[in-house]
């Protein structure tokens, strides 16, 4: 595709359920990232996958969270028994490869709402 | 640990006048900075980048390594201008970190 594409746009929940998030980024592209945008918190790193190696998982706030991409492409990030708290944009958003000199490009999010 | 402060929440600046949002970083190596644009509605997306050293639709942000800075500078706003903008660094690859970032209000 021409960009980063998200699904869904916009998922409402109920507190406790379970949710899952996808992202296709774009092809050929071996960085992927997941971000979260909050009211007044800002962006927040998540998640990041780099080709076959094990991926930075540092940013992610509970084990509640976990993120996974098949076959170097498309990735889900999971959040289970969700919370309030959990109600965010989620952005993904890829890369050709890392390092300096990189652009990186975001999907249009999924909108989180847990009732 | 890398930081970007971003310490304006909201500027309101009227048409036609100067506008400076402010960035400053704290990163022991040598960063790549970077301003982000989301217009409402829109998809967050780069607006420049200090290694290109360009001008993005009249848009100006010069890297001050002395002052950990990466300001953005604009000499006349325009309505169209109104947006959220991010300052973001760059760890030599890994990920982007970004500032809590500035709403930026144009008003006619």
């Not at chain 1, 960085?31 to 990041?48: H, K, N, P």
């Not at chain 2, 022991?28 to 993005?56: A, C, K, M, T």
């Not at chain 2, 309505?79 to 008003?107: H, I, Q």
Request: proline residues 4%; contains cysteine.
């Amino acid at each position: 595709g021409a960009g980063v594409s998200q699904s869904p746009s916009n998922k409402v929940t109920e507190k406790g359920k379970d949710v899952e998030l996808r992202c296709d980024p774009i092809s050929g592209h071996t960085a992927l990232y997941w971000y979260r945008q909050s009211l007044g918190q800002g962006l927040e790193f998540l998640i990041y996958f780099q080709g076959n190696s094990a991926p930075d998982k540092s940013g992610l706030p509970s084990d509640r969270f976990s993120a996974e991409r098949t076959g170097g492409s498309v990735s889900t990030l999971t959040i289970q028994r969700t919370q309030q708290e959990d109600s965010a944009v989620y952005l993904c958003a890829s890369s050709l490869a890392t390092g300096l000199g990189n652009t990186i490009y975001f999907g249009e999010g999924s909108w989180l709402t847990v009732v | 640990a890398q930081r970007v402060t971003q310490p304006e929440k909201l500027l309101s600046v009227f048409k036609g006048a100067p506008v400076e949002l402010k960035c400053n970083y704290s990163y022991s190596g040598s960063p790549e900075l970077f301003w982000y644009v989301q217009y409402s509605r829109q998809r967050l997306q780069l607006l420049l980048r200090h290694i290109s050293r360009e001008s993005i639709k009249g848009f100006t942000a010069d890297l001050n390594k002395g002052e950990t800075s990466f300001h953005l500078k604009k000499p006349f706003a325009q309505e169209e201008d109104s947006a959220m903008y991010y300052c973001a660094l760059n760890n030599a690859g890994n990920m982007l970190t970004f500032g809590g970032g500035t709403r930026l209000m144009v008003k006619p």
